[in-house]
């Protein structure tokens, strides 16, 4: 049953092109009982396969600004694996109903972030990846925007997507296309790291990981074949909807609990 719902929720990740560990994690504390730390760990470990690939995939699509990539993916994964022992700390109830906010908060800036996207097209403007439109130095903004991005990954278990390509657009004027693909490299040490924070604190399931992620990325294969042939209306609102759905599914799920 764990194996076959991965499959429909890789579904609804390949078609909204969404990381999705939000609503992962929420189907695993809800649905199947995992306890959140555990679900937490294994999400992100899970994510670690997708982005690898995907990163490699734009990479080769010409979507991927590798100087900045690597150097916010080597500063997030510092924060990562910061976060990961924070959030062991954090009791399990306080810790679903943090994890749930920040999912609804992740669904809101994903709607920000393709009304930013709109604005930038209509206007003409592709962005360009040498230069920052905010009169930040280049470190400054890799080290800040890294290490805030981790942090959020670590403690809540979310791939932090929203956040890391509002930091691509705004503060390294990336275009969408380019702030996608770089957000694969980026998440990418980060899920590496915040899984061994995770393992290393004993919030591990290797069983649990090996269903998630074959079921995930077998349904994520079919439904990016639907991708393009959903009107963009409907594609933005599925962004949008994935993870606050899950945030309101834990948040509900601990209000009935209380």
């Known amino acids: 049953?764990?194996?076959?719902?991965?499959?429909?929720?890789?579904?609804?990740?390949?078609?909204?092109?969404?990381g999705g560990s939000g609503f992962i994690i929420a189907l695993l504390v809800v649905a199947f009982g995992i306890p959140i730390?555990?679900?937490?760990?294994?999400?992100?470990?899970?994510?670690?396969?997708?982005?690898?690939?995907?990163?490699?995939?734009?990479f080769r699509e010409g979507n991927v600004n590798i100087r900045i990539g690597l150097a916010m993916g080597g500063f997030g994964a510092l924060g990562a694996y910061a976060g990961t022992w924070i959030?062991?700390?954090?009791d399990s109830n306080r810790l679903v109903?943090?994890?749930?906010?920040?999912?609804?908060?992740?669904g809101i800036l994903i709607w920000i972030r393709t009304r930013l996207a709109a604005a930038k097209q209509q206007d003409g403007k592709?962005?360009?990846?040498?230069?920052?439109?905010?009169?930040?130095?280049?470190?400054?903004?890799?080290?800040?925007?890294?290490?805030?991005?981790g942090l959020l990954s670590g403690v809540f278990g979310i791939g932090s997507t929203p956040f890391i390509q509002l930091a691509l657009l705004?503060?390294?004027?990336?275009?969408?296309?380019?702030?996608v693909g770089t957000t694969m490299l980026?998440?990418?040490?980060?899920?590496?790291?915040?899984?061994?924070?995770?393992?290393?604190?004993?919030?591990?399931d290797w069983l649990l990981l090996l269903k998630v992620t074959v079921g995930t990325m077998i349904g994520s294969y079919v439904g990016a074949k639907f991708t393009k042939r959903a009107p963009k209306l409907i594609l933005r609102i599925s962004m949008m909807s994935v993870p606050i759905a899950g945030g309101l599914l834990l948040l509900v799920r601990n209000w009935l609990l209380v």
């Open 1 to 18: 049953m764990l194996l076959f719902t991965m499959f429909l929720m890789g579904i609804v990740l390949g078609f909204t092109g969404t």
């Open 37 to 58: 730390h555990t679900a937490l760990g294994v999400s992100l470990a899970s994510m670690v396969f997708s982005t690898f690939t995907g990163s490699i995939s734009h």
């Open 87 to 90: 959030s062991s700390g954090i």
């Open 97 to 106: 109903w943090m994890t749930g906010s920040m999912l609804i908060l992740s």
């Open 126 to 149: 592709d962005g360009n990846p040498e230069t920052s439109p905010l009169p930040m130095p280049f470190w400054i903004s890799v080290m800040f925007s890294g290490i805030g991005t």
């Open 170 to 179: 705004i503060l390294f004027g990336l275009s969408l296309r380019q702030a």
């Open 186 to 204: 980026v998440i990418t040490p980060i899920a590496i790291f915040a899984s061994l924070g995770f393992l290393q604190n004993g919030h591990f």
